[in-house]
């Protein structure tokens, strides 16, 4: 029994610890995901990878693009999810981005899209980070 209480002891140390670095959890998303869009001039005409890096709390789960066959602005927007449910579920938090035109080939990113099931992975996120916001809107569906 004496040796119990200082296990105990030491252990709700190490427990306590580990909780105090561990990120806050998101309570609201509509709510966190607003805080950029309130705050979208410090993004727009800047590279997507500076949203990413700001977004510390909750990162995108999936994304969907507007994928279309004009050489001049193939991509001209993209909406992000906060969670990781079907990208066409109601009631999400969606954050849409509307990029700067450009002519980089969308070809990658459709073969990412329908590999991970329209999960935003690595792979997504290393093709857009270098891409310029234009505008970005939040809202729930």
Same mark, same amino acid.
């Given at each position: 029994?004496?040796?119990?209480a200082?296990i105990?002891f030491?252990m709700a140390?190490?427990f306590?610890? /580990?909780?105090?670095k561990a990120?806050r959890a998101?309570?609201d &998303?509509l709510a966190?995901? *607003? $805080?950029?869009?309130?705050?979208?001039?410090?993004?727009? /005409?800047k590279?997507f990878?500076?949203?990413?890096?700001?977004m &510390?709390?909750?990162?995108? *789960? $999936?994304?969907?693009?507007?994928?279309r066959?004009?050489?001049?602005?193939?991509l001209?927007?993209?909406l992000f999810r906060?969670?990781?449910?079907d990208?066409?579920a109601?009631?999400?938090?969606?954050?849409v981005i509307?990029?700067?035109?450009?002519?980089?080939?969308?070809?990658p990113l459709?073969f990412?899209?329908?590999?991970?099931?329209?999960?935003f992975?690595?792979?997504?996120k290393?093709f857009f980070?270098?891409?310029i916001i234009?505008?970005?809107?939040?809202?729930?569906?």
């Amino acid at each position: 029994m004496k040796r119990t209480a200082p296990i105990l002891f030491i252990m709700a140390l190490v427990f306590l610890s /580990g909780s105090a670095k561990a990120q806050r959890a998101v309570s609201d &998303t509509l709510a966190y995901a *607003k $805080k950029f869009e309130v705050n979208k001039e410090k993004y727009i /005409g800047k590279k997507f990878s500076l949203l990413l890096k700001d977004m &510390t709390q909750l990162p995108f *789960k $999936k994304a969907k693009s507007d994928i279309r066959q004009d050489g001049n602005d193939p991509l001209p927007s993209t909406l992000f999810r906060f969670s990781g449910k079907d990208i066409d579920a109601s009631g999400e938090v969606t954050m849409v981005i509307r990029w700067k035109p450009d002519d980089t080939p969308t070809t990658p990113l459709e073969f990412f899209e329908q590999e991970h099931n329209y999960g935003f992975t690595v792979n997504e996120k290393n093709f857009f980070e270098n891409k310029i916001i234009r505008d970005l809107v939040v809202y729930k569906q």
